[in-house]
């Protein structure tokens, strides 16, 4: 028999329901590997010394250290390796893919009646493999939580700064993402087969969280930065609801969190021993606070029902007679029970002359996720990030500006540590052990260009 067409359009969304249940909570791709190669190189240090669109996520103040008319943009390549020993146990694992994106951004002072004292900038990150992905796993697949899907996001971060003093900067923006919500409603009958009615309401629903900045100094080369970025996750929401004539109303309804970033206070103390592009040595050190004890669960909430309206007897007349489920099934998000964690860093620069430029950087980042109990396998486990770089200068090659052009490559590796599990026999529970670590790259390339 041939399927109407309407219904390819509610088996769809039936379909899209169905597959939402996603790993809940997980931070952006700046969060976890950064944002242009020179901050990534320095492993994400860049909080003080910040002067390049990249201020726009790590410190949007240092939007004005340098008022220059600033563009960059560059390609994101990560290659995530992830290693499962399952002891004992029947457990299935889910490893990340290979990941691939391109970001951009800007940075500019505002002039006229503003005087440069205002500037404005924005941080753009988008894959290119995918859009924005919201990968369905169920919680008892082994997954590596913050990495399974971390590339396939779309970020949005803009800011304006304003400078009041000489070495006193604010910054203010915001993080963009969106919610997923809608609706089915359809009648549907059997013995016709066909559907009577139908109509689908889908809408993308943006979400604003607001980051502020601070930047002070310099003072004999010395600076402080310090940056506030509010949580942001997408949720989502798709009831469906179909009337089969000959049984009764079938209802499906999936909400839920994904693509969850937490609240986020970061602090850097940094020291340049002169201008940006003149031979000279920087170093940065700080923290990131990141607060993880709201995060949502994992997974979603899962409603599936059949009621028995459309054929119950005709003596059932009774109004408190209602109709009774055929099928009744429910399934709740699985809380993660994560904490709040504190990421140290430190970050150095090189610069041999004015052409080339060296870095390297160190951060850890301890776990925000316990190990793993009961049903749930959705793990994280410290990670050891160790970041080198270089730059090199060229001239403008079009020759349409005296400014020169600026070539960044670096190279990122996480080493997340092994974490042993083991999963006592507990009745409705998968029972076993089982082991896993695993290792990230990462490489970024960059272009850098003061327009005027």
Not at 114 to 128: E, K, S
Not at 268 to 279: K, M, N, T
Not at 374 to 387: K, L, Q
Request: with cysteine.
């Amino acid at each position: 028999m041939c399927v109407p067409k309407p219904a390819f359009a509610l088996t769809f969304a039936v379909l899209a329901a169905l597959g939402t249940p996603t790993p809940g909570a997980r931070a952006s791709f700046f969060d976890v590997h950064g944002f242009s190669a020179r901050a990534i190189a320095r492993a994400g240090s860049l909080v003080a010394l910040g002067h390049d669109y990249d201020a726009a996520y790590y410190n949007p103040a240092n939007i004005l250290s340098r008022k220059r008319v600033h563009l960059g943009f560059g390609f994101d390549l990560t290659a995530p390796t992830m290693d499962v020993d399952v002891v004992s146990g029947d457990f299935t694992s889910a490893h990340p893919d290979t990941g691939f994106g391109f970001h951009l951004g800007m940075s500019t002072p505002i002039g006229g009646i503003f005087d440069d004292r205002v500037g404005f900038g924005i941080a753009f990150f988008h894959p290119l493999a995918s859009g924005t992905t919201v990968q369905s796993l169920d919680p008892s697949t082994i997954v590596f939580q913050r990495y399974q899907d971390l590339p396939n996001k779309l970020i949005i971060a803009a800011a304006f700064a304003f400078e009041p003093l000489d070495w006193l900067r604010f910054g203010l923006g915001v993080q963009v993402l969106a919610e997923l919500r809608g609706s089915v409603d359809a009648s549907l009958s059997l013995s016709e087969g066909r559907f009577n009615s139908e109509r689908i309401d889908v809408e993308l629903v943006p979400t604003l969280a607001p980051t502020a900045g601070i930047a002070i100094g310099p003072f004999a080369g010395f600076r402080l930065g310090a940056t506030y970025r509010h949580r942001l996750a997408m949720n989502y929401r798709l009831p469906v609801s179909v009337d089969i004539k000959e049984v009764g109303e079938l209802v499906v309804k999936v909400d839920g969190t994904s693509l969850f970033t937490p609240s986020q206070f970061a602090l850097g103390v940094g020291w340049d021993s002169g201008a940006p592009f003149e031979a000279g040595v920087s170093v940065e050190a700080g923290f990131t606070l990141e607060i993880w004890d709201g995060a949502p669960p994992t997974g979603a909430s899962f409603v599936l029902q059949i009621d028995d309206s459309n054929i119950r007897p005709p003596s059932a007349t009774d109004p408190g007679d209602g109709p009774s489920n055929i099928v009744d099934n429910k399934a709740s998000a699985v809380a993660l029970g994560a904490k709040n964690t504190t990421t140290t860093r430190l970050g150095a620069e090189w610069r041999l002359d004015e052409i080339w430029a060296l870095r390297g950087g160190y951060a850890y980042r301890p776990t925000h996720l316990p190990r793993p109990v009961y049903f749930a396998n959705v793990m994280d486990s410290d990670a050891h990030i160790a970041s080198i770089g270089a730059g090199l200068t060229v001239g403008d090659p079009t020759g349409d500006s005296a400014n020169p052009v600026h070539i960044d490559f670096s190279i990122q590796l996480t080493a997340l540590t092994r974490r042993s599990v083991y999963k006592a026999d507990v009745a409705g529970n998968p029972a076993g052990s089982w082991q896993a670590s695993a290792y990230v790259w990462a490489f970024t390339l960059d272009l850098r260009h003061d327009h005027f």
